[in-house]
């Protein structure tokens, strides 16, 4: 897409009626950081700032290892918890810090998932759906600025000329979670992509990429993806890059995308390149 522009997340709003928004809106920079991928700072206990991933397709938001070591946290509870991604379920060691605040909202009572360090400049954490769904969410990017708005009709209203994408809820089965999916085009072909802002690439499953034409039996010979790369794209599929896919949203297409095809999953993933100008809208149940 040619030119800047303006993204707008509209999340899953489900919280309590008794919720109080006196200090909302709040906003704070986010940026782009670690491969591509959209941070923003937050600070536990009152230390940091920490740098968190934003990311709609995790069931939880996480610290890494040296946070926790940084914090003195320890394990709030004795079960591990599950964490649900998009790539994969796994666990983690929970801990129960006082209080996250971000753009100056405080969260409280919230169970973290802990995760082992990766790599030494890695991110802190992962700001997941439990916090994002508290709140409508906007990313502008012209400003590059993370707002946290009320739930409702009255904070919609300001962004009621942007061009919309229809997002569907899916829950998951063991958590009172959605993760968020919409339609799209691939060439020209229609598929259901996940809504991940946390994702620095756009990725395909070859379901979806047989349907692109690109057929996985001439690709078998090539062998997994480098270890390096395994968590994210799989351990047995080959993974194969796409160049010039053209990706449609109503109202908005990007030419000349890169995709990755890899892994078999059951859903699709899609980032939102970070020159778009689009407002992604949920229907919510009554």
Known sequence: MRGMGVLIALLALFVPASQAWATLPAEQPYRIAH??????????????PFAFL???ASSRSLIFEHVRKQL??????????TV???NDVGEATPVKPGELRIAGESVRGLTL??????ESLGPDGVLGIDVLTRYFVVLDRGAMRLKLLPPGEDSVRAYAGWPQ???TPRPLKKFSIQFWYLKTRFNDQSLTALFDLGAGMTLLNWDAAERLGLHKTRFAVNGPPPEE??????????AVRILGVIVRLPGQSWDKQLVVVAMNWISLRL???KTSTLQFKSSLPD
């Open 113 to 118: 998932g802990v995760l082992p360090d990766s």
């Open 84 to 86: 649900y991604g998009i």
């Open 229 to 238: 790369l395994q968590d994210v794209l799989g351990k047995k599929a080959p």
């Open 165 to 167: 994408a229809q997002l």
């Open 72 to 81: 003195g946290l320890t394990q709030s509870q004795p079960a591990l918890l």
């Open 35 to 48: 491969h591509g991928r959209l941070v923003t700072d937050v600070y536990i206990n009152g230390q940091g």
């Open 54 to 56: 934003i990311d709609s």
């Open 271 to 273: 980032t939102v390149w």
